[in-house]
């Protein structure tokens, strides 16, 4: 969906556990270069093709990534988006998140107990093949390297002009991103949408709560338009009022 001049939320649906999800991951893009926001499952690397084209950014104008945080669903196709021979791409990332991104740690939510959970989930009528293969890169999620490290209030000259807000509760080096020529934040899995609701960070995926909460009390030093939430999509009305409703949620 084309939200304003350099700014396009993508829609990308992938089968999981059985069933399908669709995310919501943002491309940037100016004159000179594309930034990619999140790369979604492991295997979407054609999806991201086929966005891109639909958004008419030359594929090879995309030179960064931007990894909000260690999720599976955050990180899947970045190695297979470092592969590409067609890129040159820089993947940054917040300095709590290199190490799981990299491989170096397990993600933080991919504890036995979790994996386990996980397992027991998956519908009766799923393929033992592919039930073999979902546990498998959950036991063994991918990884890539961490080109540069961001840090919070950074200003990126991509796109337009880009601020880079840490705020963690959802995972420890989470980021949203500000993008100043839309007035549009990019919050990653700092709030969702559900049935055209603005909403806090889902519970269950959620290891901190409060201070998740506490998080987007950050936002109010921004003038917003709109929103993009990794999960549910766009948000369109009166956003800073709203964040500031959900930050007062008692946990």
Known sequence: MHIADGIEMLEITAQVMGGSDTIYPTLLWDQNSAV???????????????ALKEANVPWEQLHTVIITHQDLDH????PTLLSDEN???????????????EGERMLLKHTPEALAAAEAM???????????????????????RVDQILADGEKLPLAGGITIIHTPGHSPGHLSLYHHNSRTLIAADALTVQDGELRGPTPSATPDMKQALSSLTKFSEYKIDRV????????RGDANKRIAEIAEVKV
């Open 36 to 50: 990619l926001i999140d790369t979604g499952f492991p295997g979407l690397l054609p999806k991201f093709k086929e």
């Open 75 to 78: 990180i899947g196709s970045l």
């Open 87 to 101: 890129l040159d791409l820089t993947v940054l990332a917040h300095e709590i998140e290199k190490p799981y991104i």
């Open 122 to 144: 998956i519908p009766p009528h799923v393929p033992e093949e592919w039930r073999r293969a979902f546990l498998s890169v959950l036991s063994n999620p991918p990884k890539g």
């Open 228 to 235: 993009i939430c990794y999960h549910g999509g766009l948000y």
